[in-house]
């Protein structure tokens, strides 16, 4: 008796794991984002607008470096800000009470995802990009612009991945590829 009820158990674990989901390295998630190899990932975060300026969707954003909690993003007219954090996925609406910091405002509209990897669509400015340029942040807000390497002043060097399109001047949904995560 007590064999059939080993066996039991031993049929019940094996196929418990066969049907658990359970991935064995190298078969499918890349960067923790699921999926198969050949498919194009993306890395997502939640961010914090404490502003009374909404962000579109498409825009770069940079860190909001006077709140400085790591989850609020704001806008920048710094050429090669080094604060970049990503591009907005979506629309980040405008914070409803003024003063309220991260904490006070979850649940509440402010919040929105901004994507830090992989394939994205930006807003440019202020001339034609070309495809295969380093992008980063341009000196008109939310717009991303080429992104040149500043030697004199290192802490201006925000360097956010490259463009895949030959984008027009002031175009938006041009193809990049971000790398900051």
């Known amino acids: 008796m007590s064999r059939k009820l080993f066996l039991f158990i031993a049929v019940l674990l094996v196929g418990g ?14 960067l923790g984002q699921g999926g198969y190899p050949s498919d ?17 969707a498409e825009q770069i954003v940079i860190w909001d470096l006077t709140i400085d909690n790591g989850v609020s993003v704001t806008l920048t ?3 090669g800000d080094s604060a970049v954090a990503g591009i907005m996925v979506e629309l980040l609406p ?23 990897y992989g394939l994205a669509q930006v807003s440019v400015f202020p001339a034609i990009q070309t ?3 380093a992008m980063g942040t341009s000196n008109k807000a939310g717009e991303a612009g080429s992104f040149v390497a500043n030697a004199s002043t290192s802490n201006a060097n925000g360097f956010a ?6 984008g027009a001047l002031n175009g938006d949904d041009v193809e990049c590829f971000l790398i900051l995560d």
């Open 94 to 116: 405008k914070q409803a009470t003024a003063s309220n910091t991260a904490a006070q405002d979850i649940g509440k509209a402010n919040w929105a995802l901004m994507q830090t």
């Open 77 to 79: 007219t710094t050429s």
């Open 17 to 30: 794991l066969a049907f658990s989901g359970l991935v064995f390295a190298g078969s499918t998630e890349i």
């Open 131 to 133: 495809a295969g340029n």
């Open 161 to 166: 991945g490259f463009f895949y399109d030959t």
């Open 40 to 56: 194009p990932h993306k890395i997502y975060r939640l961010v914090h607008n404490p502003n009374a300026t909404v962000i579109s």
